[in-house]
């Protein structure tokens, strides 16, 4: 995928991460709750509240319920994550309220990711003496296990959609249809959507992944070439290519500095 | 009741909630006593070699920096360190060689920053041990049980997990519902400092913005320093009871320090210094880098004050506050501005 592709409606040219974005943000419904880390998702959750999800609510794991800031935070933990909010909650209380049912939607980045949604985040190589090591869970063993359903958002390639995981961070569908019960965590939660640059992918009754769209300008065998293992490839869709409304949202009033671009 | 699995991961920072009963009884006062002393005393009386220690706040917003400088100029090592949601605090004592061991939620990174140099190299190398995993709701629920003076609290996290099999935790059968349930045990930190907006000379702490997770992790402490930006007359917070997060009872020591988070934020009076992060990332690629940055900003200055000088004294920290409440210059500022 090029750096800029070219919309086909109003001929505007849009970067990998705005289409990112505005696919994302699609995945968003109205009067729902979402946790959302710093970057894309984001982006994503703020553009679903300025078009189709008004009263979306954005959630921070260190405290802050639906900010009203007019600047975008730089941590999970900073000022803006709760300035004119709802609520400044803590960590416990949001831990809490997902683990009570009351948040809809969890967005989650991995380093690695297998055919369940099972995450690796936290380090590549053996686990006593890592080849590299990454930040660890953080929230993410907390929102894959406890959010109503989960959104990844991650770089595609043979070595990051992987047979078997150098670790297993967080809970995807473990080992298939009835594990995550099985093993204790709540009933009906799971990864919903994976997002990375070459589509959008969901899960089957297998609890397996398969293709729900391909972004624009990608080849279908693009999709099994950058990955490990099989990936069901049935009746999908293209993405939709962002418009230019959602374009000037993203650029004029949620990022107008161009910090995530 | 049935135990289904069990973690490995080093169990750190437990006792039987009788032994910290005790310790609570014996060893923290219940007197309307002035708690207040600087930095450096506070370190001194409470911080050790070899402590289990954890960083209020959230990595490198609201965190207690003037602690943070003295454990390194005291040279106090071997430290385990609890990594939840830790940042620049952990990065510095990492860096600095205060830190052995550390029980990880989140650590090595700065997050929208990018991974931590010092702190990966030392995990990588083996100076620093990973001795066992956890999430953030793991380390929040293990400070909650030892608020709470329990052995542990029941969750539904970790499941299934190889966070689960190197952490301390335990799955068992509930015994009402007869499905698996996580527990984790009580973590009681030997001693913990946590910033706050505002003090008084006895301890009780007002935190203005989000918790994060000291509400509970105060309540876990077996030392708690409080650092502030404003020590305020008791009669202040009287007016607002329901406002003080942290009763005295829970506070060992009560350190002044306005800019305290520096050169992290402090939510409603300034921001990231964005250009001494970057200092600090690009200086500490390399050892000669980390020791260069600790003797012109840690070990080279006597105290906080003189720290602040270093950064830029009063002209910066005034640019740190006009940004944080959102009046940023045109040209400049974190984040690719002309500054950078």
Redesign the interface.
């Known amino acids: 995928m090029s750096d800029v592709a070219e919309g086909e409606d109003e001929g505007e040219e849009y970067t990998p991460t705005e289409l990112l974005t505005t696919v994302a943000s699609t995945l968003i419904e109205d009067e729902s709750t979402v946790i959302v880390g710093?970057?894309m998702p984001m982006l994503a959750a703020m553009l679903a509240q300025k078009t189709h999800a008004p009263d979306a609510t954005m959630i921070y794991?260190?405290?802050?319920i639906g900010p009203d800031a007019?600047?975008l935070p730089?941590?999970?933990?900073?000022?803006r994550?709760?300035h004119r909010g709802v609520k400044?909650?803590?960590?416990?209380d949001v831990?809490s309220y997902m683990?009570a049912g009351f948040v809809d939607y969890g967005f989650l980045g991995a380093a690695q990711i297998d055919k369940y949604g099972?995450l690796n985040s936290?380090v590549i190589g053996d686990?006593e003496?890592?080849?590299?090591?990454?930040?660890?869970?953080?929230?993410?063993?907390?929102i894959g296990?406890?959010a109503n359903s989960t959104i990844v958002a991650m770089r595609q390639d043979d070595q990051s959609f992987v047979d078997e995981?150098d670790?297993?961070?967080?809970?995807g569908y473990?080992d298939g249809p009835g594990?995550?019960e099985?093993?204790?965590?709540?009933a009906d939660t799971g990864p919903q959507n994976v997002i990375t640059q070459y589509g959008v992918y969901g899960f089957d009754e297998d609890c397996e992944m398969e293709l729900e769209l391909l972004h624009p300008g990608v080849d279908v065998e693009t999709v099994q070439e950058n990955s490990s293992f099989e990936i069901e490839v049935g009746d999908y869709e293209r993405s939709p290519e962002p418009t230019a409304e959602q374009l000037r949202l993203l650029r004029e009033e949620i990022d107008p500095?161009?910090?995530i671009r | 009741m049935n135990v289904h699995a069990e973690g490995d991961g080093e169990l750190v920072g437990w006792e039987h909630p009788d032994e910290v009963r005790r310790w609570n009884r014996e060893n923290r006062t219940r007197a309307y006593e002035d708690k207040r002393m600087s930095a450096a005393e506070a370190v001194d009386r409470y911080v050790d070699d070899g402590d289990v220690v954890a960083s209020g706040?959230?990595?490198?917003?609201?965190i207690s920096t003037p602690v943070l400088h003295e454990i390194v100029r005291q040279g106090i090592e071997d430290l385990t360190l609890m990594?939840k949601?830790t940042?620049f605090d952990a990065d510095l004592l990492i860096a600095a060689g205060a830190v052995s061991r550390v029980e990880?939620?989140?650590?090595?990174?700065h997050?929208?920053?990018g991974?931590a140099p010092a702190g990966?190299r030392k995990?990588?190398n083996?100076e620093v041990e990973?001795v066992s995993?956890?999430?953030?709701?793991?380390l929040?629920?293990r400070f909650?049980a030892a608020k709470m003076g329990v052995p542990f609290v029941p969750?539904?996290?970790?499941?299934?997990?190889?966070?689960f099999e190197?952490s301390s935790a335990k799955?068992v059968e509930d015994p009402w519902s007869g499905?698996?349930?996580?527990l984790v045990p009580a973590c009681y930190p030997d001693a913990v400092c946590i910033h706050v907006d505002k003090a008084d000379k006895y301890g009780n702490a007002v935190i203005e913005?989000?918790?994060?997770?000291?509400?509970?992790l105060a309540g876990a402490a077996k030392r708690l320093i409080v650092t502030a930006e404003e020590i305020v007359d008791d009669e202040e917070l009287r007016d607002r009871p329901k406002d003080v997060e942290i009763p005295f009872f829970q506070v060992d020591a009560v350190v002044e320090a306005p800019y305290g988070s520096h050169p992290g934020?402090m939510?409603?009076h300034y921001y990231?210094d964005d250009d001494h992060l970057e200092e600090w990332m690009e200086l500490t690629e390399t050892e000669e880098g980390t020791q260069e940055y600790l003797e012109t900003y840690v070990t080279g200055t006597d105290d906080f004050e003189e720290y602040l000088e270093a950064v830029g004294g009063a002209e910066r920290l005034a640019e740190l506050e006009a940004i944080?409440n959102?009046e940023?210059p045109e040209s400049g500022g974190?984040?690719?501005g002309d500054r950078a």
């Open positions: 710093t970057g794991e260190a405290g802050g007019p600047e730089v941590s999970v933990g900073d000022e994550t709760f400044a909650a803590g960590m416990h831990m683990q099972n936290t686990w003496r890592p080849a590299v090591r990454f930040p660890g869970s953080g929230g993410a063993n907390d296990s406890l995981l670790f297993r961070t967080t809970p473990l594990a995550r099985e093993a204790g965590l709540p500095r161009g910090v | 706040g959230f990595g490198h917003v609201r990594g949601t940042v990880n939620a989140y650590c090595f990174a997050e929208t920053r991974l990966r995990v990588e083996g990973v995993e956890a999430s953030n709701a793991t929040q629920w909650l969750t539904r996290i970790l499941n299934g997990t190889d966070t190197k799955v499905d698996p349930v996580t913005g989000i918790g994060v997770e000291d509400p509970q934020e939510p409603y990231f944080e959102y940023r974190p984040e690719g």
